[in-house]
């Protein structure tokens, strides 16, 4: 817990969106790092509701390009 974002081990995901949800929003139990940003977990659930593919892809581009 010394260094800014890290993490054990992360077994395969079926979708960015399952590893995501899993690992990086503040209310999940795997959180380790304890990584907060309101945003990105704004853009996750908006990413999730989101019916334009182009739009979502973006949306998860985002935020893995650490943009949210």
């Given at each position: 817990?010394?260094?800014?974002?890290?993490?054990?081990?992360?077994?395969?995901?079926?979708?960015?969106?399952?590893?995501?949800?899993?690992?990086?929003?503040?209310?999940?139990?795997?959180?380790?790092?304890?990584?907060?940003?309101?945003?990105?977990?704004?853009?996750?659930?908006?990413?999730?509701?989101e019916s334009d593919e182009?739009?979502?892809?973006?949306?998860?581009?985002?935020?893995?390009?650490?943009?949210?």
């Amino acid at each position: 817990m010394k260094q800014p974002l890290g993490f054990g081990n992360i077994n395969p995901r079926p979708s960015a969106d399952v590893l995501l949800d899993a690992v990086l929003q503040v209310r999940r139990a795997w959180n380790e790092c304890g990584w907060k940003n309101e945003k990105f977990d704004q853009l996750l659930g908006a990413a999730r509701a989101e019916s334009d593919e182009s739009k979502r892809r973006q949306m998860y581009y985002d935020m893995q390009a650490h943009r949210a």
